[in-house]
């Protein structure tokens, strides 16, 4: 039981720095990439939008892997700060003492969760990044069941 909050609690502590670091080479493959071109030249101009170039989809394949690495160190952040006196799950071990002021904790990161996966998808959806908008509306929605699926001392 306390071997699953150990794995959740190393994903918060070393995910913000593989996030950074999965940011930083975004940014250098953007910079790497940046003269080649980003649409399409020849055909329909819809697939000229739609469809893209080799050097955006590795942008694009970049974005979603930071995406993911945030997602997860997100959902780690909502899941270690709320097994100290909210949830009260078996796996997560001792919930400890009741929290008093944790009655809309569970709600509140269901909604930021689930408004984060839209401005998210909206934001890659706008950049043409189909992979990265595709992984935010399916990763984050999900993930928001799955903590709202919890116990907690007030449910």
């Known amino acids: 039981m306390g ?22 080479y975004a940014v250098a ?34 974005l979603t892997v930071v995406a993911l690495l945030a997602d997860l160190w997100f959902i780690s952040l909502a899941i270690v700060f709320g097994s100290d006196g909210i949830f009260t799950e078996g796996w997560m071990g001792y919930p400890g003492m009741m929290d008093p002021t944790g009655r809309s904790y569970q709600a509140d990161v269901v909604n930021a969760l689930r408004t984060t996966a839209w401005w998210t998808f909206g934001t890659a959806a706008l950049c043409r990044c189909w992979i990265t ?21 007030y449910s």
Not at 133 to 153: E, N, R
């Open 3 to 24: 071997l699953v909050m150990v794995f959740f609690g190393l994903v918060l502590m070393g995910g913000w720095l593989a996030a950074l670091a999965g940011l930083a």
């Open 29 to 62: 493959t953007l910079v790497r990439i940046w003269p080649v071109d980003w649409v399409r030249r020849d055909g329909n101009p819809a697939v000229r939008l739609l469809v893209p170039t080799p050097a955006f989809l590795r942008l694009d394949v970049t």
């Open 133 to 153: 908008a595709g992984t935010q509306v399916c990763v984050l929605p999900l993930a928001a069941w799955w903590i709202g699926s919890f116990d907690t001392y």
